[in-house]
C-alpha cells in the first residue's frame, strides 16, 4: 500500500512559539473586527494585498491606481498590468467559494487570475520550467508528467493534516512554489491559496494584507524558498512566512490612538526605507548625536515604533533602522496637521 505523502517540516521550538504569538495576535483582531467592520478598511487592505502580490511579479501600478481600476475608472498604465489587476480583484472576490483542498477550486482560480495572460489559464503545465533570478537558475521544478500527481498528493494531505493552519498554510504555499504546476501566476497563486487556507481558519485572514508585507520583504521571501529547497526541509520558509504574519496581524489590529512625542513623530515621518543614524540625523537637520540619540532614537526603539535591522549586534557600522509593523501602521494612519 502506497504510503500517504508528508511534506518534510521540521518544528523547532522557535516555529512553535510563533505560532503561538500570531495566533494570541489574531485573537485580538477578529474580537475587535467583530465589535465593528469598517468596509473602507476593509477595500484598502484588500488593495494593498493585491498591489503587494503583484508588485512581488513586476507589476508597476500603485496602490492609487488599483483602486481607479476598482472604481471603474480608465489608468494610463500597460493593457497586461491593467488585466493583471482585474483578474486579482476577481478572484479575492471569490475567495469565499472556494475550498483550499479542492483541485477544480484551484484550477478555476488560477484561471481567473491568469486569463488574457496565460494561454493555459487554469490547466497544470505541459513543459518543464525553471525559476530563474536574471540568467541564472535558482530553481528547476519537477518535470510537468509529475506535476498532477503531485498536485493531487500535496491537496490530499492538506485535507488530512493535522497541522495547526498557520503552518500547514506556508508548507503548502512552499511546496506548490517547489511544484511550480502552472507555467506561469505561481507566486501569485500560492500566496492567494495561503490567504484562502487561512481565511478557513480565521475569516480575518481575508481581510489582513500578508502579501504586502511579503512584498516589502522580497530578497527574504526568495532566500527563504530557495533556504527550504537547499534543506529539503518547508522549515525555513514556513518560520519566515510566520513572521510576516504576524506584522500584517499587528498592523492590521484597530489600536486606541498611539501617542509619540513630537521628536519621535519627526522621526517616522522621516524614516523610510533603511537609515544609518548618520542619514537619519542629517535628514532631520540635528548636529548634537547626544541629543539625537537621547531624545528620537531610544524612545522610537524602546516604543516599537522602529527596529534595528542587525538586531544581534547593536553597535555595528552597518547598522540601518527601519519602521516596524506599528511605526508602518502609525505613518499610514497619522493624523493631518
Not at 521544478?141 to 490530499?156: C, E, I, N, S, W
Not at 531624545?295 to 527601519?322: F, T
Request: charged share 25%.
Amino acid at each position: 500500500m502506497k504510503r500517504a505523502y508528508s511534506p518534510p517540516c521540521t518544528l523547532g521550538p522557535g516555529i512553535v512559539s510563533q505560532v503561538a504569538r500570531v495566533a494570541e495576535a489574531v485573537g485580538k483582531l477578529s474580537a475587535r473586527a467583530e465589535a465593528g467592520r469598517d468596509l473602507r478598511l476593509r477595500r484598502d487592505n484588500r488593495i494593498r494585498t493585491i498591489h503587494g502580490s503583484l508588485a512581488i511579479e513586476g507589476n508597476t501600478l500603485s496602490e492609487l491606481q488599483i483602486t481607479a481600476i476598482l472604481q471603474g475608472k480608465r489608468v494610463a498604465a500597460p493593457p497586461r498590468e491593467i488585466q493583471e489587476v482585474r483578474n486579482a480583484l476577481m478572484a479575492y472576490e471569490q475567495l469565499g467559494r472556494w475550498r483550499p483542498t479542492r483541485e477544480a477550486d484551484l484550477l478555476e482560480a488560477h484561471r481567473i487570475l491568469m486569463s488574457g495572460l496565460a494561454d493555459d489559464a487554469g490547466t497544470w503545465r505541459r513543459q518543464g520550467v525553471g525559476v530563474m533570478a536574471g540568467s541564472k537558475l535558482l530553481h528547476m521544478a519537477p518535470q510537468a508528467d509529475r506535476v498532477p500527481q503531485l498536485m493531487k498528493d500535496l491537496l490530499r494531505w492538506l485535507a488530512r493534516t493535522d497541522a495547526h493552519p498557520l503552518i500547514a498554510s506556508a508548507i503548502f504555499h512552499y511546496e506548490f512554489e517547489f511544484i511550480h504546476p502552472f507555467s506561469d501566476g505561481n507566486g501569485r497563486m500560492g500566496r492567494l491559496w495561503q490567504t484562502l487556507i487561512l481565511g478557513g481558519w480565521k475569516p480575518a485572514f481575508t481581510e489582513i494584507p500578508v502579501e504586502s508585507l511579503v512584498h516589502e520583504h522580497q530578497d527574504a521571501y526568495y532566500r527563504a524558498i530557495g533556504e527550504s529547497t537547499r534543506q529539503a526541509d518547508a522549515a525555513p520558509f514556513v518560520a519566515f512566512m510566520l513572521d510576516m504574519i504576524l506584522g500584517a496581524v499587528v498592523e492590521a489590529t484597530p489600536q486606541d490612538a498611539p501617542q509619540v512625542t513630537p521628536q519621535v513623530e519627526r522621526l517616522l515621518l522621516a524614516l523610510h526605507g533603511a537609515l544609518s543614524r548618520e542619514a537619519l540625523q542629517a535628514d532631520l537637520g540635528l548636529q548634537d548625536r547626544k541629543s539625537f540619540r537621547e531624545r528620537y532614537l531610544v524612545p522610537a526603539l524602546a516604543g516599537g515604533w522602529i527596529e534595528m535591522c542587525i538586531a544581534d549586534k547593536p553597535s555595528s557600522r552597518s547598522q540601518r533602522y527601519r519602521l516596524t509593523g506599528q511605526g508602518r501602521k502609525w505613518q499610514r494612519n497619522r493624523p493631518a496637521r
